[in-house]
């Protein structure tokens, strides 16, 4: 087969910089990368002065494995809402990488004997960790990454909200004791660690992804290596920072919860790297495509938490003051940059224009500002590439016939500010409309029927989150049953965005099929064997076969 890399890095320089799947950020965003004096940086001015309570300084290591260090390029975080640097980190490198496995495979031997609920006491010990630094660290994530503090906030506490879950499920997740057809014989399944889990997450949630993936996988019994979005390093280095706390507090392996920020590099040689157990990969489609391809070729797992293309259909019974406030939520929240963002209104014409005038409505009164700012609901896109696919897509909707309702326009201001944006008048199949754009971007589409809504909202290529409004149960029935949504997430007179960590998170189609979080995702972390047992003298065959006798 021709080997998929060149199109892999590719990839890495192209798409996933410019969006929330980010791999690695590299040429159009050499800002970042750009190494400055540390005198320039925002931590070292008073009013940023609270980093340093979270292990941060102006220059940082990217590479813990047990010890702090990085040998790769040094990177510059910067701050989205004003476009200034924050601290600096050295990125790890090949040689980085193959230590941290090999150190990494060392404390999963440790760690594996360790028994299941006791894992889940010091998974429990991370969460109260994270606790004492909630408010510092839902600041740090919405300086980095841009969101609005009560988000930031938000996205630490759904880490903690899981670790409790892991806590629980420590004592809870069992294989089954089945019938034997034979006597003196037992039947039944044993769930074991798979080994190394690797975890590549992306910018627009730096902290919760993480959470999910490393709290249940070490309930599980693995040890994690974590190569987090090259635009958040400090997140990642702070949530390390805390992780380290907890693991030397209980005389364990640092290397448990391993970490290695670094480019195209480090992420190819977790998708071909046989000591990876387990790849989970947030981020696009296509180079979600390409690593998943490629763990399969050395048949590894891979979880894939990819994009999403997703709805809200309204009926013409639905209680419009809900659809409104859900709307406002799911396309403006965290500037359009969630995997599950609203991007499609799918409007039976009964309510389509009452629908489009109120949001309008509700659009203007969202305050804009410093994401850290109290009152402020509306923050900056992550990076000027945000920008960029955002102007692109109102260009291209304005050429395909589509009529700008609200916003549009890109801010003259520090920072990275665009307006939130509403689009009407386009068909439903319009190439713009079933293009993913990661930005604070919804079309309004206006349907004839319930049955024709269902049709558009499963006629794109991705399948994560879904929402319908309408007070008939019947439709209800209908919209969760066989012939309703194929999406993974079906909600209905809720939003698309904002679900619960007790359910299983993930879509079907291009988003990849993975599930993260609740219900039985653990599974995805373990490997099952069918044991069975012989306690008795003879040795009856299945199925009754007779063999030499």
């Known amino acids: 087969l021709t080997s998929p890399w060149p199109i892999f890095s590719t990839c890495m320089a192209t798409i996933l910089r410019v969006t929330r799947q980010a791999l690695v950020i590299r040429s159009s965003l050499s800002h970042h990368y750009r190494p400055l004096s540390s005198g320039n940086m925002l931590i070292e001015q008073e009013k940023y002065s609270w980093l340093k309570q979270l292990g941060l300084s102006a220059e940082n290591k990217g590479v813990f494995n047990g010890e702090w260090g990085g040998r790769g390029e040094v990177v510059t975080s910067m701050c989205p809402s004003n476009g200034e640097p924050i601290a600096m980190v050295t990125q790890g490198n090949m040689e980085d990488y193959r230590d941290t496995v090999q150190k990494a495979k060392a404390a999963w031997d440790v760690w594996a004997d360790v028994p299941a609920p006791k894992r889940g006491e010091i998974v429990r010990q991370i969460g109260h960790a994270l606790r004492e630094k909630l408010d510092l660290l839902g600041g740090l994530v919405s300086l980095e990454m841009g969101k609005i503090k009560p988000e930031g906030v938000g996205e630490v506490q759904e880490y903690i909200d899981v670790c409790d879950y892991a806590v629980g499920l420590s004592r809870m997740f069992a294989g089954r004791v089945l019938p034997s057809e034979r006597p003196g014989h037992a039947l039944l399944?044993?769930?074991?660690?798979?080994?190394?889990?690797?975890?590549?997450?992306?910018?627009?949630?730096?902290?919760?992804?993480?959470?999910?993936?490393?709290?249940?996988?070490?309930?599980?019994?693995?040890?994690?290596?974590?190569?987090?979005?090259?635009?958040?390093?400090?997140?990642?280095?702070?949530?390390?920072?805390?992780?380290?706390?907890?693991?030397?507090?209980?005389?364990?392996?640092?290397?448990?919860?391993?970490?290695?920020?670094?480019?195209?590099?480090?992420?190819?040689?977790?998708?071909?790297?046989?000591?990876?157990?387990?790849?989970?990969?947030?981020?696009?489609?296509?180079?979600?495509?390409?690593?998943?391809?490629?763990?399969?070729?050395?048949?590894?797992?891979?979880?894939?938490?990819?994009?999403?293309?997703?709805?809200?259909?309204?009926?013409?019974?639905?209680?419009?003051?809900?659809?409104?406030?859900?709307?406002?939520?799911?396309?403006?929240?965290?500037?359009?940059?969630?995997?599950?963002?609203?991007?499609?209104?799918?409007?039976?014409?009964?309510?389509?224009?009452?629908?489009v005038a109120r949001l309008k409505k509700a659009y203007g009164q969202v305050p804009m500002g410093d994401p850290l700012d109290d009152g402020v609901l509306y923050g900056p896109m992550h990076s000027q590439q945000g920008v960029d696919l955002y102007n692109k897509a109102i260009a291209d909707a304005k050429a395909q016939g589509g009529k700008v309702e609200y916003g549009g326009k890109a801010l003259d201001r520090p920072g990275f500010f665009v307006e939130p944006t509403i689009i009407s008048g386009l068909p439903h199949d319009a190439e713009i409309v079933h293009r993913e754009t990661f930005a604070p971007i919804v079309y309004a589409l206006k349907t004839k029927s319930m049955e024709e809504a269902i049709a558009w909202n499963n006629e794109v290529k991705q399948g994560l989150s879904s929402s319908i409004f309408t007070g008939n149960l019947e439709n209800v029935f209908k919209w969760i049953g066989p012939k309703g949504s194929d999406c993974g997430i079906v909600n209905v007179n809720i939003p698309t965005s904002g679900a619960e960590i007790g359910g299983a998170f993930g879509g079907e189609k291009h988003t990849g099929g993975g599930r993260e979080s609740g219900s039985d995702a653990w599974k995805q972390y373990m490997r099952r064997a069918t044991c069975t047992i012989n306690y008795g003298k003879e040795l009856p065959l299945a199925q009754g076969i007779k063999f030499g006798e």
């Open 189 to 355: 399944e044993q769930w074991n660690p798979l080994g190394l889990v690797g975890i590549i997450t992306a910018f627009n949630f730096p902290v919760a992804v993480y959470g999910w993936n490393s709290s249940i996988a070490l309930t599980c019994g693995n040890a994690c290596i974590w190569k987090g979005a090259p635009t958040t390093p400090l997140v990642s280095v702070a949530i390390t920072k805390i992780l380290q706390s907890v693991f030397e507090a209980n005389n364990l392996p640092g290397a448990i919860c391993s970490l290695v920020q670094g480019g195209a590099d480090v992420g190819q040689a977790m998708a071909t790297d046989t000591n990876i157990n387990l790849l989970s990969f947030t981020g696009s489609t296509p180079v979600g495509n390409i690593v998943g391809t490629t763990v399969q070729q050395r048949f590894g797992k891979v979880l894939l938490e990819l994009g999403g293309n997703n709805a809200i259909i309204v009926l013409d019974d639905a209680d419009l003051d809900m659809v409104v406030r859900s709307a406002l939520f799911a396309c403006v929240g965290t500037a359009g940059q969630r995997c599950t963002t609203t991007r499609r209104l799918i409007l039976h014409e009964s309510v389509h224009d009452e629908v």
